[in-house]
């Protein structure tokens, strides 16, 4: 899983402070390929309350009920059932041997960074 190390040895190696721009996560263009790539089967914040597939998640019961939600979005790729379907720019697909169970997407790495930074957005508020 090269992406993932990547990916996370980003973050650990960053703890939270500001790194240079083209590897940090753009909430806005998160939200924009959240909506368009993920909205097929997860319900995604206020964006579409009613859609999605009922099986799977809503990305806001993920980060409320996922204590290591974070992980679990930079590494959404390689999990079930993303991998047959999702291919990343410049690395393909993760799992060519299964057959696409779904309508194909290709993402960058920089698209999975804005992802997990748009994620943070879904966080429930603390009650004062
Ligand atoms: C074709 C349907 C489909 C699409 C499109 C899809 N997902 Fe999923 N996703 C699922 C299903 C089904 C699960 C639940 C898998 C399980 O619990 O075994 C899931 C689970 C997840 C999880 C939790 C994984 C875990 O191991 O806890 C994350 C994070 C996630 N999806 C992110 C995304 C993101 C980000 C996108 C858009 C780029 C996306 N998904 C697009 C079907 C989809």
């Not at 090269?2 to 973050?11: E, G």
């Not at 964006?47 to 990305?59: D, E, K, Q, R, V």
């Amino acid at each position: 899983m090269r992406l993932t190390a990547v990916v996370t040895a980003l973050f650990l190696t960053t703890g939270g402070t500001p790194i240079m721009a083209e590897e940090k996560g753009n909430i806005d263009k998160g939200r924009t390929v959240a909506q368009k790539h993920c909205t097929r089967c997860h319900v995604v914040g206020k964006f579409n309350p009613g859609g999605g597939i009922s099986s799977t998640p809503s990305f806001q019961l993920l980060v409320k009920r996922r204590p290591d939600y974070k992980e679990r979005f930079e590494t959404f790729h390689a999990r079930r059932p993303h991998p047959a379907f999702l291919s990343i720019k410049g690395i393909g697909r993760l799992r060519p041997d299964l057959p696409p169970n779904a309508q194909p997407v290709e993402l960058t790495e920089q698209d999975v960074l804005n992802i997990s930074a748009f994620i943070e957005t879904l966080k429930p508020k603390k009650k004062p």
